[in-house]
Structure formats: structure tokens, C-alpha cells
């Protein structure tokens, strides 16, 4: 196929109509010249060719690199390959993470004309394989996102980093559920209290009469993970002695059960996670160099809570839906305010039980600052969750009210990038919310 052919539109429509993943193409000028089937079906619900992608895809009136977007198509431009990136996509079903895949399409003197997109949503806040949802749109949780999506299709040993309470779980589900075993079990491995022949035994199971008790075979958590994905969580609590195992079964994939004989052949795929400093583990000598540097094949570090402070809104929606499903509950701006001060030591997994607690506290459908604990309004004697040295947005911060924002708008003198870190917001929350600006004053 040639893209300087005045047919190349029709050629490109056709080929990309029978591949089961939505795609579309674009021209030089951001035009959708093609859609397929399953784009049709999944991200729209009006005509999408002649419309620009940015549009289509983000609702923005310009560009998505003059959005705060990270745009594959002007890297793909300029290397001439093809390019990812993970991007917020508005569909049917509201906002959802999607990873898109920009393919220049060259013509027989090598220049770019069009670009193939393929559409891949992850199964993050809606989709029920998660079983949790995975909600935010922070830059540092952007990231973590990226490389989660480029790990799941692959066979790699993911090793999750990160400190206690950020869900590192739910992440590892996450990767499970956009692998190709994601048909097969998801069976998580509790590291942490197990001893040495307990855990043993709970791997890779027993054979009758091994040990007392023993009574019948039993078969091993890597056997009930067979197909599957096996979760390691707090790897980094795992003895030496079992280290070793747990080592040979990586690099043999095969094992034996406690006082068996037979070599079993293991089918699973390895997601660790761990609080610890692994690294300052092995120079200490607690961990062994080898297995640390199987399972860091590619490490994900999973932001803590105060790294993402601009997700506390979408986060809290989503959390009270899970503590009290039956009531419609908020937080008032001063809920908000503390909150937004509060450091969160304990990260999401803190967030939850605050929320869960302060909706226990109100009679009515809304959370205001006296329904938090001491420590996170700063009633206390000394407010426990607060660390020297971290640098709080203002108040207010999460979401300006609209009214707020346009006086900031024009008051401020600076660029968006700069307005956009005065209030603690990404770029891209900024345009979403000028936007919406823009619409109402229209529709006034």
C-alpha cells in the first residue's frame, strides 16, 4: 500500500476493518481518514471520520500535545517509528485508560502520510476483571500505568515496588487481567508470617505421609496457579533456605513436592511485590543477589498517595462507593482541605478506612473536616500524618469550583504549565477544566 495513492484512504479503511482491535487512521492533519468495526462499536456513538482524533478521543479543541497529553503521533513524526503512550480516552462508558499504538504509514519515497492507531482499554476503573478499580490520572500514576501495560502481555517477572497500603495487589491483578492468561487463575501467595516448612508446603504442596498430618497428596499453590498468575506478595520476607527453592523453580520452572520425587513442570507467570529496600537487602546479605536480580527483570514503582495528590477527588468517589454502596455520599470542601494537607502515610489502603470511618460518623450523605480523626485535620497534639519536608498543594487544590478557576485564569500572568502547578493540578486537568469553562459560559 502506498500512502501518496489517492486510493490509500479506501486501501487503509479496508485493511484495518477486519483486525479485531479498534483502529483508526490519521492524516498529517490529525483527520480520521478510517475507523473499523470494533472502534465503531467501543468509542463511537456518532460519525468519526473527517472529525480530528483529538476530538474524538479527548474532546479537546487543539491537539493533544497542547493539552498537557503526552501525543504519540508527534514522536512517531519525528522518529519514523512506530510509538505508545497511555492516554485518557472519553468513550460511551465514560473516561477510560487506554494504551494507543501509533504506526507512521509511509509512501514510496519513504515521507509519512498517514498513521495506523490501534486502541487498547485497560481494565482499570470499569472493567469488572480487576475487581477493584485502579482510578486516577496523576502524572506519577500515569506512569506506573504505562509500564504496567507494557508488562502484562509479556512473560516477564514483574516485581512491584512500593509502600504499604498503595495496591500493589490490585496492580497485580491489574497485569493478570490484561495478560493472555487472563482466562486462568489469579492465586496470591501471602510471604509474609509463612514459615520455612509451612511455606514449603503450601508452593508446592505434599505428597501423603511426608510429614505428620499429611494424610493425603495435596497440591501446591503453583498447581492451582497452573495457566494462571502467581502473586508473591512481600516477597522480600521470604527465608534464605526458601530462596534458594524458590530461585530454581524461576529458572527451571520445575519443582517437586515436599517428599516427592517426580519433577512437576510449572505453567505460571511471577508477579512479586514488596515494602522492602530489596537492593539494601542483598548488600546486607538478606537477600540473595540472584533471585533479586530474576524477579527485578522490570521493576513498577507504585506512587504513594502523596505523589498523587489530584487523584484524592476520584479516588474518594470511588472508595465511598465500595464502603456504603446504599448511600450517595460526599465531602465538603473543609473534608477536602484537610485531606488535601494530610500526608497519608498509609496510602489508599488509609484513605479507604478514613472514609469508611467518617461514613459511619454522618447522619447525613455528606463527610465534613469533623467527621476526620485529629491527625488528618490537625486537631490533634501533634497531627501524626503530617511529615517534615513535604511540599502540600493549597488548599482547594483538588478541584477549583469553576468561579475559582476563571479568576485565577485571568489573574494569573504566567503559561498553563505554571498555573497548572500553582494549583496543584496536572496540564491536562487544567485544559479539562478550562473547557468546561468555555462550555458553560457558552451555554449561559
Do not use: W
Request: aromatic share 4%; glycine share 8%.
Amino acid at each position: 500500500m502506498s500512502a501518496d495513492s489517492p486510493q490509500a484512504p479506501l486501501q487503509i479503511a479496508q485493511l484495518i476493518e477486519s483486525l479485531p482491535e479498534p483502529r483508526i487512521a490519521v492524516d498529517l492533519d490529525y483527520r480520521i481518514v478510517a475507523a473499523n468495526a470494533a472502534y465503531r462499536a467501543a468509542y463511537a456513538t456518532e460519525r468519526v471520520v473527517g472529525r480530528y482524533c483529538y476530538e474524538v478521543s479527548h474532546q479537546y479543541s487543539a491537539p493533544c500535545h497542547e493539552a498537557g497529553e503526552s501525543c504519540p503521533r508527534e514522536r512517531a513524526l519525528r522518529s519514523g517509528l512506530t510509538e505508545k503512550t497511555l492516554h485518557i480516552h472519553h468513550t460511551p462508558r465514560g473516561e477510560e485508560h487506554v494504551l494507543v499504538e501509533l504506526s507512521p504509514v509511509k509512501d514510496t519515497g519513504g515521507r509519512i502520510g498517514y498513521f495506523l492507531e490501534r486502541m487498547r482499554a485497560l481494565p482499570t476503573r470499569r472493567d469488572p476483571v480487576v475487581g477493584q478499580e485502579l482510578v486516577g490520572e496523576a502524572p506519577a500514576f500515569m506512569r506506573m500505568l504505562d509500564l504496567v501495560a507494557r508488562v502484562a502481555t509479556s512473560e516477564t517477572t514483574a516485581l512491584l515496588l512500593g509502600e504499604t497500603g498503595t495496591g500493589k495487589e490490585i496492580v497485580a491483578r491489574a497485569i493478570h487481567g490484561m495478560s493472555p492468561r487472563q482466562g486462568g487463575p489469579f492465586v496470591v501467595v501471602e510471604c509474609t508470617g509463612l514459615t520455612e516448612t509451612l511455606f514449603e508446603s503450601e508452593m508446592f504442596g505434599h505428597e501423603k505421609g511426608s510429614f505428620t498430618g499429611a494424610n493425603s497428596r495435596t497440591a501446591g499453590l503453583i498447581e492451582a496457579a497452573s495457566g494462571g498468575t502467581l502473586f508473591l506478595d512481600e516477597i522480600g520476607d521470604v527465608s534464605p533456605v526458601q530462596q534458594v527453592k524458590l530461585l530454581r523453580l524461576i529458572e527451571t520452572g520445575h519443582y517437586r513436592r515436599v517428599g516427592g520425587v517426580e519433577p512437576l513442570r510449572s505453567d505460571v507467570r511471577l508477579v512479586a511485590a514488596t515494602n522492602r529496600d530489596l537492593g539494601a537487602m542483598v548488600r546486607e546479605g538478606n537477600f540473595r543477589a540472584d533471585l533479586f536480580y530474576r524477579i527485578n527483570a522490570f521493576p513498577v514503582l507504585l506512587p504513594p498517595l502523596r505523589e498523587r495528590r489530584e487523584d484524592l477527588v476520584a479516588l474518594s468517589e470511588s472508595l465511598l462507593k465500595r464502603v456504603s454502596p446504599n448511600r450517595t455520599l460526599s465531602l465538603a470542601p473543609d473534608a477536602l482541605q484537610a485531606m488535601q494537607r494530610y500526608s497519608f502515610p498509609g496510602n489508599v489502603r488509609e484513605l479507604r478506612n478514613l472514609l469508611e470511618r467518617a461514613s459511619l460518623l454522618t447522619d447525613s450523605d455528606v463527610i465534613s473536616a469533623r467527621h476526620l480523626p485529629g491527625e488528618v485535620t490537625g486537631d490533634g497534639d501533634e497531627p501524626a500524618g503530617m511529615r517534615p519536608g513535604i511540599d502540600c498543594a493549597p488548599a482547594g487544590a483538588l478541584r477549583p469550583t469553576m468561579e475559582r478557576l476563571a479568576a485565577l485564569v485571568e489573574a494569573h500572568d504566567g503559561d498553563r504549565r505554571s498555573l497548572a502547578k500553582k494549583l496543584g493540578i496536572s496540564e491536562r486537568t487544567l485544559y479539562r477544566r478550562l473547557r468546561e469553562i468555555r462550555e458553560t459560559r457558552a451555554d449561559a
